[in-house]
T-cell receptor, first 116, second 111 residues
Framework: ETGVTQTPRHLVMGMTNKKSLKCEQH?????MYWYKQSAKKPLELMFV???????ENNSVPSRFSPECPNSSHLFLHLHTLQPEDSALYLCASSRTLAGILGDTQYFGPGTRLTVL | QKEVEQNSGPLSVPEGAIASLNCTYSDRGSQSFFWYRQYSGKSPELIMF????GDKEDGRFTAQLNKASQYVSLLIRDSQPSDSATYLC???????????FGTGTSLTVIP
């Protein structure tokens, strides 16, 4: 248990559905991240938030919409996804943004998403 | 483009042996270096981090950093079958806002 929780753990959705992924961290961290991990591929950074402000958006399609209402919660809203979006979606947090010496990043358990 | 390179493996070692995992990085501004373990279908779990040249030991794990060669490694002593997983190397840079991950090395410890 890392102090980062994600719900749901598994999600199956059709291409026309709208769903949301939720992440919550209980570590008092100020930075939160969304990653996508597809089979046999490296982690892909999607979004970075610091103190509820988005600081990084790595050319992610608009069908993924992040929301960070406070420093403890992060959402990823999904709509009109494609089958190739099926992957493990990981949330992570760190005390500050990545540039502080020794600061580390902790991951939630992930949401396994399948798009039919 | 900041790159973190790892040999994807698979790396196989017998139980009780030393497993050696390697990682190189392209950005000389990289500041801290992390090793994560990821079991199949699970999320990455932090093993240890290092930011000073030399060795850092934690139980059966030793991280080694050589900034001049832009090289970081992880040694696992007395390897156990439970160490079988993918090991991810990650780095960050001073003042940056993200961590950069390698593709991971798959390790199998054979009983």
């Amino acid at each position: 248990e890392t102090g980062v929780t994600q719900t749901p753990r598994h999600l199956v959705m059709g291409m026309t559905n709208k769903k949301s992924l939720k992440c919550e961290q209980h570590l008092g961290h100020n930075a939160m991240y969304w990653y996508k991990q597809s089979a046999k591929k490296p982690l892909e950074l999607m979004f970075v938030y610091s103190l509820e402000e988005r600081v990084e958006n790595n050319s992610v399609p608009s069908r993924f919409s992040p929301e960070c209402p406070n420093s403890s919660h992060l959402f990823l809203h999904l709509h009109t996804l494609q089958p190739e979006d099926s992957a493990l979606y990981l949330c992570a947090s760190s005390r500050t943004l990545a540039g502080i010496l020794g600061d580390t990043q902790y991951f939630g358990p992930g949401t396994r998403l399948t798009v039919l | 483009q900041k790159e973190v390179e790892q040999n994807s493996g698979p790396l196989s070692v017998p139980e009780g042996a030393i497993a050696s995992l390697n990682c190189t990085y392209s950005d000389r501004g990289s500041q801290s270096f992390f090793w994560y373990r990821q079991y199949s279908g699970k999320s990455p779990e932090l093993i240890m981090f290092i930011y000073s040249n030399g060795d850092k030991e934690d139980g059966r794990f030793t991280a080694q950093l050589n900034k001049a060669s832009q090289y970081v490694s992880l040694l696992i002593r007395d390897s156990q079958p439970s160490d079988s997983a993918t090991y991810l190397c990650a780095v960050n840079e001073a003042g940056g806002n993200q961590f950069y991950f390698g593709t991971g090395t798959s390790l199998t410890v054979i009983p």
